[in-house]
């Protein structure tokens, strides 16, 4: 369910300031663009992806991408052009993995009513952020 709601999470509708003239020899940074108004919902999305990712490849015994693709597409959406955006998010999905990892080395109960849990937050927080930020 969140693959599906993390495409339609909407691309940035933020436009890049224009250039603005230099003189020959001075060069300057484009300033990074502000924050979209929903960006703290899409990284804690994002280590949701995360966690579910780590806890899904433990629990089901294989290897499962279906969650990493889903962040790869969440970041080709929504960070192109915008790397320290891009660092951010994909900082917040290594978290959401790596606390696993920390915990559970084998799947026991817990991490499968964690994975289940985590799965419905990220499932309500897509619907959220479509819902109220989409286009």
């Not at 495409?7 to 940074?29: H, R």
């Not at 290897?63 to 660092?87: C, F, H, I, Y």
């Amino acid at each position: 369910m969140i693959r599906a709601l993390a495409c339609m999470i909407p691309l940035s509708v933020l436009a890049a300031p224009p250039a603005l003239a230099q003189t020959p020899g001075e060069t300057a940074e484009a300033p990074a663009p502000p924050p979209a108004p929903y960006d703290d919902r899409l990284e804690r999305l994002s280590e949701i992806l995360g966690a579910v990712h780590y806890l899904r490849n433990l629990c089901a015994g294989g290897e499962e991408n279906d969650w990493r693709v889903s962040m790869q597409k969440l970041l080709d959406l929504e960070t192109a052009g915008e790397p320290a955006r891009q660092e951010r998010l994909t900082a917040s999905f290594n978290r959401g993995y790596r606390s696993f990892a920390a915990i559970y080395t084998a799947c026991t109960e817990s991490a499968v009513v964690a994975e289940d849990r985590y799965r419905n937050e990220g499932a309500t927080l897509a619907l959220e952020i479509t819902t109220r930020f989409g286009n």
